[in-house]
């Protein structure tokens, strides 16, 4: 009983220690298109870096070595209406002096953006035709494409430069401006984080000729900035330390794997080490994969195998072990790869997959 409390205080005390950083940054000293960049990263670490917090910011501002401006993984997507894929574009050349909004219209053949509560005429597409159909009623944007699903298709797709040619002659009118379907999507990380740290410096992002991507400048505080994607710079990639192991093994066997080939079983001892996890089984090939959490049925806990106690709980209902179940097999942690990834207590001769942590 006197040992038991000992650890019960011992967890209080130890809970506010635990940090951990889950990814590694590597500053790339070669100038690349952003697009060029999210390649050369996704082929040789895990993607441009992704930044989750102040301390990962710290982090991967001591790896920058000289003073030019660095890409990382935030960007600002350009999405057709009708999902087709963005590989054509016709900006004009003062494309950004119409204002900072998210839509696109199309006046004298070319392209600028525009708040999307701004009102315009707009061209819709119907597929029963083949062909566009020009609504000169004004609209917002949201309010046209509405429309345009309801009554036709969809707002217009411009795949390419004849297409553009063709809704400027239905136009006739070199002075009207026309929403077409393109839009620019809320920012988001190249590798699908759901992080929504944010490091803007003041008055940004401020907008462009889109698609936007984001840079570090080279000041003391490192705070972000908006650029376009086009632009050529040095770049920063991230390599996570998380890795998925697709074998079935059970609770014992993975533990001696990821010792053996990297580090150890992962301990998931904070809500952002779980959002990656929760990433990463969504691909196992079993219905739970094993973590590094242990229970003890001599002291009654529950522990991971770094040393850490078990802060942050993810449990699902009834699946903290019950002091009855330390009268059969031992039981060790495992999160569930479907639903909302909670956590899950079983048997250690379990066959499941597991995640190793790759490096310390």
Known sequence: MTQTLYFRLLLIALCSLSECFQRRYHYIDMTMKWTDAQRYCREHYTDLATVDNMNDMKQLMSQLNNNQNVWIGLYNKLKWSMGDPVNYTNWGTNSDKYGDGNCVFMRNGTWSYQKCDQKSTFICYNETIKGYVYETSNKMWRDAQSFCRQLHTDLVTVRNQNENDQIQKIINNSQISVWIGLFSDSWEWSDKSDS?????????????????????????????????????????????????????????????YCRLNHVDLVSVDSEEIQRRVSGLVQKASTRAVWLGLRHSCSVGIWFWMNGEMVCYQNWAPGNKTAVDDCDREVKSGAVQSGGDQRWISLPQSKQLNFICIKYD
Request: hydrophobic share 30%.
């Open 196 to 256: 929504t740290f944010r490091y803007w410096m003041s008055g940004e992002p401020n907008g462009g000729s889109y698609p936007m991507c984001t840079e570090v400048p080279m000041d003391p505080q490192g705070q972000w900035n908006d650029a376009g994607c086009s632009q050529s710079k040095t770049f920063v990639c991230h390599e996570d330390n998380l890795v998925l192991i697709n074998k079935n093994m059970s609770w014992s066997d993975a533990l001696s």
